[in-house]
Nanobody, 125 residues
Framework: QVQLVESGGGLVQAGGSLRLSCAAS?????????MGWFRQAPGKEREFVAA????????YYADSVKGRFAISRDNAKNTVSLQMNSLNAEDTAVYYC?????????????????WGQGTQVTVSS
C-alpha cells in the first residue's frame, strides 16, 4: 500500500513559480513505482502533466508544460517534486501526485494505482 500526500500549492501571479511536493509512504516505494503529476481544472477531465521513471533517469511532459515544468524524485526521501515556472492562468487546477507499479514512464491515468488528495494551484492574471 502506498499513501501520497501533496503540498506546495497556493496562489501565485502569472509569470511566477511554485514547487509542488509529494511525500510517499511505504518502504518499497522507490523500488517499485513510477510517478506522475496530473491536474484537473473545474469542468475538465484530469489531464497528464509529467511523469518520471522508477529510477528517475527518464521524464516526460505534456506539451502544454514542456520547458516550464520539471519533475524530479528523491528515492532516499520517498518524495517527488514538480517545479513549475512561468505559470499562467491556464495552469490553474488541482494538482495530483500518482504512483504506478511500473519501471518506465506512465502517461495514461488509468494505469496509476495510487493517488494523492490533490493540492490547489491558482494563477492570477
Amino acid at each position: 500500500q502506498v499513501q501520497l500526500v501533496e503540498s506546495g500549492g497556493g496562489l501565485v501571479q502569472a509569470g511566477g513559480s511554485l514547487r509542488l511536493s509529494c511525500a510517499a509512504s511505504g518502504r518499497t516505494f522507490s523500488n517499485n513505482y513510477a510517478m506522475g503529476w496530473f491536474r484537473q481544472a473545474p469542468g475538465k477531465e484530469r489531464e497528464f502533466v509529467a511523469a518520471i521513471s522508477r529510477s528517475g533517469y527518464m521524464s516526460y511532459y505534456a506539451d502544454s508544460v514542456k520547458g516550464r515544468f520539471a519533475i524530479s524524485r528523491d528515492n532516499a526521501k520517498n518524495t517527488v517534486s514538480l517545479q513549475m515556472n512561468s505559470l499562467n492562468a491556464e495552469d490553474t487546477a488541482v494538482y495530483y501526485c500518482a504512483a504506478a507499479y511500473a519501471a518506465g514512464l506512465v502517461v495514461n491515468k488509468n494505469e496509476y494505482n495510487y493517488w494523492g488528495q490533490g493540492t490547489q494551484v491558482t494563477v492570477s492574471s
